[in-house]
């Protein structure tokens, strides 16, 4: 970037600075502006850039500005979606939840109003509601879209805004573009949201109740495998369960109690929504950190089993005791492979396992996975990160016939049985997980006994993850940066560790050393990956909703010893190599 442009950007984001100290009304938005002014970096990070809406639609920083959360970012958002679906003719209504965090409820209302304004009808949840639970609703109402104000398991100071479509699922790339084109057209103080009032009188806002609860909890219920093992030995179960202060606390201990597993204890201190999640750092499932009350908890209650959501409930973590008396937190893909499987013995015991059965996992998850489904003839196909790529399969599997979806997931702890919902299900996970528990400890063994059998039986397999987080407009250009020199390396070799093939799925070339190409046969992405000698594979990918560069590694060795080292020695060139990308 020349001098020049840097000081016509400059210039760009003083004016929409005053732009905004002039129209914005909200006391606490108009505060914030008062705190930043003379603050260069923070008015910079605040109006560098719109936020950007994709497949995840947004994600940001609740705060002031184009580049943050806030009523504006939001009804400027919604005015674009319904500007697309009066484009398309659209008329049967949009439905709206919201989880635990900071200014959640205000911006489902704003979401809601907004549409009202439009002339589209809105049905709005009357409480917090998991995200899995809304794109069963999508289905259920028959709406034509669907919203869910979340940030998912990102830190505190994080919201987001996700759109779903009438199949259930999020929108698609395309789609997303399309509706990006109407949310640029919009003006953020031109949209005016219904008074709320109005809106419920002219019918155009409705508020959904508990029959969509119920007809959620039915549909769930018909995905158990054992329901009389859990009818009459739950009682027997001993679990502690943590919502992370969102909204998996009801329906979570609903269905558990539902399906006879009763004897559920809950971490007092996260049990009540609170998106200030006092109690963590992160209310991430995915981070050991966040079962530490649920330790204490269980080693007074005696429990074996552990549950952990994220605010907005599409993702399970979970902890079982090993027979030392010690907790041994699960990785998303020793969950995923437990429960798939779980899913095909019992099935094959059953005689119920479909000839045409099909599991989906993303590119960046456990090959476990492969070898669970080769050893029951199940096809597992791979896809792209992001559950809805596997939602697509969901609906290609029930247009076509040609396969009976199983079930879907990604290393991300996001898992789904049925064709119900089309998003990650960390209810109807849990659901399937305690039974699954309850099975196996009427055989004497516990989850933590059941994953040592499957690493004896299936291989030794392993991943590891590093993230890399950057800020604003520096770290993107850093990361943008980053993945033009890896493309431009022809890595040869990780740790002396022979590549055998590489994968640039953007340009959609897979390249071997000899110099052969062919092509690759996922949808393009900005996605590199290489493959090993000895079954091990790394993946490199940036975020497409914040200033992150993820990297994954996998490898298989004959014992945990043998694993582990590999695992190492990847990861230690991998991470060296980009880290000194990124300085």
Known sequence: ITIENNM???????????????????PDLLEELNLIRHQEK??????????????????????????????????KATQGLAQYLKKQGLKSGVAIACDSRRKSTEFAQVAACVLAQNGIKAYLFDQIMPTPVLSFTVRHLHCDAGVVVTASHNPKEYNGYKVYWQHGGQAGPEQAAEILGYIRKADYFK?????????????????IGKEVDEAYYKATMSLRLAPEVTERHGAEMRIVYTPLHGSGNVPVREILRRIGIKNISVVKEQEEPDGS??????????????????FDLANKTGANLILATDPDSDRLGAAVRRRD????????????????????????????LPGNGLVVRSIVSTRMADAICAYYGVELREVLTGFRFISEQIAESLETKEHTFLFGFEESYGFLSGCFSRDKDAICAAMLLAEAATVYELQGRNLYDVLQEMYAKYGFYGEAVKSYTLKDKEGLEKIAGAMRALRADKIAQFGGVRVVKSEDIQSGTVTYPDGREEKCPLPKSNVLRYFTEGDGWLCVRPSGT?????LYIGAKGSSEAELKAELSRLMTAADGMISELLK
Not at 12 to 24: F, G
Not at 191 to 207: C, D, I
Not at 546 to 550: A, C, G, M
């Open 191 to 207: 949209v005016k949201p219904m008074e709320e009032g109005a809106a419920l009188e002219s019918g155009l806002l409705n508020m």
């Open 8 to 26: 016509r950007c400059s210039m760009d984001i003083d004016q929409l600075y005053e732009a905004w100290c002039k129209k914005v009304s909200e």
């Open 277 to 294: 999640f006092p109690t963590v750092k992160a209310p991430n499932p995915e981070d050991p950190n966040a079962f530490t009350l649920a």
């Open 42 to 75: 923070e008015i910079e990070s605040r109006f560098y850039k719109q936020l950007s809406f994709g497949t995840a639609g947004l994600r940001a920083e609740v705060g002031v500005g184009c580049a943050r959360m806030n009523v504006y970012t939001v009804s």
């Open 546 to 550: 914040e200033p992150k560069l993820k």
């Open 325 to 352: 008396g010690r907790f041994q937190v699960l990785t998303g893909n020793q969950i995923g492979s437990i429960l798939i499987h779980y899913i095909l013995s019992t099935r094959n015991e059953q005689g119920t």
